[in-house]
C-alpha cells in the first residue's frame, strides 16, 4: 500500500507564502497522478490542484488558478505544493493524494493525513 505524508503547513499572514510537501513511500511505482485537495471546517474537501506522472499536465481550482503552483520530484518520490498571496479563506487541512489515473479522471485511491494551513488577516 502507498503511503503520503505532509509537511510544511503552519501560520502565515495573508499575502504570505508557503510550500507543502508530500512524499510516497511503498509501492510508489502504483502512483501516476498526484494531487492535493483541502478542507476547511464545516465544508467539503475541495480540489486544489494536480499534477501528472511527469509533469508536463497540470491542473488547477479557479480559486488557486495565479498563486500556487504545484511540481514533482520523482527522484525524491516527491510532489510540493507552492502557495503564494495567500488568502484568509486559503485557511484549511491540507491533503495530498495519489493515484494511478491519469489527471482528467479525478479519482485517487491514497491519502495522506493532511497539514494544517492558516492564514491570518
Known amino acids: 500500500q502507498v503511503q503520503l505524508a505532509e509537511s510544511g503547513g503552519g501560520l502565515v499572514q495573508a499575502g504570505g507564502s508557503l510550500r507543502l510537501s508530500c512524499v510516497a513511500s511503498?509501492?510508489?511505482?502504483?502512483?501516476?497522478?498526484m494531487g492535493w485537495f483541502r478542507q476547511a471546517p464545516g465544508k467539503e474537501r475541495e480540489f486544489v490542484a494536480a499534477i501528472n506522472w511527469s509533469g508536463a499536465s497540470t491542473d488547477y481550482a479557479d480559486s488557486v488558478k495565479g498563486r500556487f503552483t504545484i511540481s514533482r520530484d520523482n527522484a525524491k518520490s516527491t510532489v510540493y505544493l507552492q502557495m503564494d498571496s495567500l488568502k484568509p479563506e486559503d485557511t484549511a487541512v491540507y491533503l495530498c493524494a495519489g493515484g494511478p489515473y491519469t489527471i482528467a479522471v479525478r479519482r485517487y485511491d491514497y491519502w495522506g493525513q493532511g497539514t494544517q494551513v492558516t492564514v491570518s488577516s
Open positions: 511503498r509501492r510508489t511505482f502504483l502512483i501516476n497522478t
